[in-house]
């Protein structure tokens, strides 16, 4: 056995039912050999916590861990950004200073502000000319390009909407620039590509920023054949600090048969533990601020209409079923109450088909979900959430509360009806769609406002708050059992992986609108140091 090392002094939360609390911990190998409290065993090395609270690493059970990365890495950042000019001149400087890039990218723009009646292909040919530009929002679901991006992707005037994608255009038909949904993957691969090199560099600076905010496993929810080549790689070369488990992309234009035959080889390619694909991902509906969230009602603002599900009831029935069939994970993106309704129905239907395993199927988001269907999620999927939208933004107008409508506001992002209906539950950011910070979306899991400096308005149906708790829980052994490693991971006990975090204040002590200022002062995986704040010794 290699050397010991000894955490003490230290106010250990398990998360483990049989033993909640210790004060000492040691691990050797990367694995925990023992808990405990009072006088401490010896050790080759010591850790002293100086009295902190020590939780096991947190897990994200819905990130697209290496697109954000890339982001941080190559991206102009667009989130902040309240006008047109600032836009602008945040894409020219992010241009200027990076010409070796063959596409100019930029990420984050806030709908609300900016959308199909403001951004255009014109309005980007102002800064960048010379190469092809495209910048998304935050929600990643539209985009704009410029003229020279529309050009070599092949779109014009006459260029039909991809399957489930839409180009938007004016009112003489012709293209803006503007993409939704998948016309966007769509128009991408037509553009110059990243090298392989820049997609590692994205992914460590992922690592990186996940890490430091106490990260040490995450699910990547949409994994092609990219990503699992990234991923691989990382592996590989032992780049990689945290577990990845990666749920790979199913689209409409696919089968039953090429559904499984492709995800079963990326399965066998990739078996774990570090990196491995479980799961099948569907994007069931769009979004609400590109009017593509499909509900059992129309929208409720002035121009009212609906959108359909992405796939129809027979394709969901038969890809749900076959994928089910061969083990795998059934993973979906939805919005709207309709969307929800229909993945609902395709697992009880593969359910029904195959019958019951642990499969932990997840629906994620869930913004929009009908009373009726509470009690259905119960003991057939996960609820993935993303606490931090349950809040009334303090600055960008929030046209999705308009859409949904007043009789139905009392449904939207109502996490406590889904956990007293006996839902099963895990936290996760969507990042780079929002923060991955866990500590900013705990307390806006529990007190469904923005931060006090962000100058919050009144809570958001605080009735379906969470508690400080349920919300630790969301991220550490309910997040380790959706990723499929809950068996080692999750909680702090012996044979578990030293994946732990040591935090600078008590966040179950800390008033709430103080625990988004909580730091991690130390991140171990696997026992090794992947993160140090500069202040701990």
């Not at 999705?400 to 895990?426: H, N, P, Q, S, V």
């Not at 969301?474 to 935090?503: E, K, N, Q």
């Amino acid at each position: 056995m290699s050397d010991t090392t000894l955490l003490h002094n230290a106010r250990i939360r398990t998360m483990d039912p049989a033993r909640p609390y210790a004060e000492w911990l040691i691990f050797a190998d990367g694995r925990i050999l023992a808990l405990g409290t009072g006088e401490p065993p010896s050790a080759d090395h010591r850790i002293d916590a100086a009295g902190r609270l020590v939780l096991p690493g947190f897990q994200d059970a819905h990130i697209h861990l290496l697109s954000g990365g890339t982001d941080l890495a190559t991206a102009a950042s667009l989130y902040d950004v309240e006008s047109e000019a600032e836009l602008l001149a945040r894409l020219q400087a992010h241009a200027t200073a990076r010409p070796a890039l063959s596409m100019v990218q930029g990420s984050g723009w806030q709908p609300g502000v900016f959308g199909d009646h403001n951004l255009t292909a014109a309005l980007l040919d102002r800064v960048v000319a010379d190469r092809p530009a495209v910048i998304y929002d935050s929600s990643f679901h539209n985009a704009c390009l410029n003229s020279r991006a529309l050009e070599m992707a092949g779109i014009g005037d006459g260029t039909p909407d991809p399957l489930n994608g839409h180009i938007v255009r004016d009112g003489q038909g012709h293209a803006t620039g503007m993409l939704h949904e998948e016309a966007i993957p769509w128009a991408i691969a037509r553009l110059p590509q990243l090298t392989d090199d820049d997609y590692l560099d994205g992914l460590e600076a992922g690592q990186a920023h996940a890490n430091q905010h106490g990260i040490t496993g995450v699910l990547d929810p949409r994994v092609t054949e990219l990503e699992a080549r990234i991923y691989a790689r990382g592996l590989a070369e032992g780049r990689l600090t945290l577990r990845v488990a990666g749920a790979a992309l199913v689209t409409a234009a696919d089968t039953p048969e090429t559904a499984v035959a492709r995800l079963s080889a990326m399965r066998l390619a990739h078996p774990g533990p570090d990196f491995h694909v479980q799961s099948a991902k569907f994007f069931m509906d769009g979004v609400f601020e590109n009017r593509t969230a499909a509900c059992l009602q129309p929208y409720a603002d002035p121009p009212a209409g609906n959108a359909p599900c992405m796939f129809g009831a027979e394709a969901t029935a038969g890809l749900f079923q076959a994928l089910e069939a061969a083990r795998f994970a059934i993973h979906v993106h939805v919005i709207g109450d309709a969307a929800a309704r229909r993945a609902i129905e395709g697992l009880e239907a593969a359910l029904a088909a195959n019958g019951h395993w642990p499969a932990q199927h997840q629906l994620a988001h869930l913004q929009l979900v009908d009373p009726l269907d509470y009690r259905r999620i119960a003991g057939l999927a996960t609820a993935n959430i993303q606490p931090l939208w349950a809040r009334y933004d303090p600055v960008v107008p929030d046209i999705a509360l308009d859409m949904i409508g007043a009789a139905r506001l009392g449904e939207t992002y109502a996490f406590r009806k889904m956990l007293d209906a006996g839902a099963d539950w895990c936290l996760s950011s969507d990042w780079p769609v929002s923060t991955l910070n866990p500590f900013e979306i705990i307390e806006t899991a529990v007190t469904r406002q923005a931060r006090r400096d962000e100058n919050p308005r009144e809570p958001f149906l605080p009735g379906q708050a969470l508690t400080v708790e349920e919300a630790v829980l969301g991220y550490t052994a309910h997040a380790a059992r959706a990723c499929w490693r809950g068996s080692h991971t999750g909680m702090l006990r012996p044979g578990f992986s030293a994946d732990l975090i040591l935090l600078d204040q008590d966040i179950f002590a800390v008033a709430p609108d103080r625990m988004s200022d909580t730091r991690a002062m130390m991140t171990l995986f696997k026992g090794r140091q992947v993160w140090r704040d500069p202040a701990f010794g």
